[in-house]
């Protein structure tokens, strides 16, 4: 059935493209269908990176579920150009730049050629090489200041890309009753839990126990050597002992130590998750 055009419609009208700041009307059609194209391409890209990633992540997670002292020692080779992708895209879009200056959206703008070299340097070996991260504060609720460590843009993909390979073993040997710094666990979680257990178990004792400044204060020797329990692929091992040397910046100042890991840095829950775990049991 054909319905005649009401007063209140508007008249629809055919534009020719604007000659915007005098660039002929082909040309930009032309740009708009290879930005079209260059979008459509990283999807696809995505898509299937996403479904590889997914597929290696769960061969780790089965043999670590099923060889509960396997040491691991072929692992790089899953820090890929689409895990590091899948790393990128996990990273908050809108937080501070480090040392490098560099913002997600300026990443984002030349990302698979930038993948690719990145990916190439992790894997010689040698090339790659941590900046150090930039001292930031942020109020804590009792007044006083709590230091952090921004991460240069691409030690945080590489850093996020290794987290992801790590705790596809770890996930399988941390205990249930553990919730901080797990994926899909929260402090809220934990407080159910023990609400629940106080309800149904008979409870004479609760412990409330903090470790003073464990970010700052751990053992980087030790904080290796729990990683390795599991962890026996010498590049991955590398690439966090580089990280904890990369020291942090300050007032001009680069400072090194030998302890503490900075708190911020994305694969700190991690490697300090690792270092409680197995370092207890």
Request: charge should be positive.
């Amino acid at each position: 059935m054909m319905h005649g055009r009401e007063k209140s419609d508007p008249a629809i009208v055919a534009m020719k493209p604007s000659n915007e700041a005098g660039v002929p009307a082909a040309e930009m059609v032309e740009r708009r269908a290879g930005a079209t194209r260059n979008a459509d391409h990283h999807r696809t890209l995505r898509t299937q990176g996403r479904v590889g990633v997914a597929q290696g992540l769960g061969r780790i997670r089965q043999a670590a579920r099923q060889r509960k002292k396997e040491r691991f020692t072929n692992l790089l080779h899953h820090v890929s150009v689409a895990q590091l992708r899948e790393a990128f895209h996990a990273l908050k879009r809108d937080a501070a730049p480090g040392v490098d200056g560099l913002t997600w959206r300026d990443y984002e703008a030349d990302l698979e050629p930038r993948l690719e070299a990145l990916h190439d340097r992790v894997h010689r070996g040698g090339p790659y090489r941590p900046l150090p991260s930039q001292r930031r504060y942020i109020a804590k609720p009792d007044g006083r200041q709590r230091p952090l460590a921004v991460a240069a843009l691409e030690d945080k993909i590489v850093q996020r890309a290794v987290q992801e390979v790590l705790g596809a073993i770890y996930e399988e040997d941390f205990l249930g009753f553990s919730y901080g710094f797990r994926p899909g666990r929260s402090q809220h979680d934990a407080l159910d839990a023990l609400v629940v257990g106080i309800r149904h178990r008979r409870v004479n004792w609760i412990v409330d126990a903090d470790i003073r400044s464990f970010f700052d204060t751990v053992s980087h020797d030790w904080l290796i050597r729990f990683v390795e329990h599991r962890v026996g692929d010498q590049r991955i091992i590398r690439l966090i002992q580089k990280w904890l040397k990369a020291g942090v910046l300050e007032d001009g100042k680069v400072t090194v130590s030998e302890t503490g890991t900075g708190q911020g840095a994305v694969i700190t829950p991690r490697t300090q998750k690792v270092t409680l775990a197995v370092g207890a049991f």
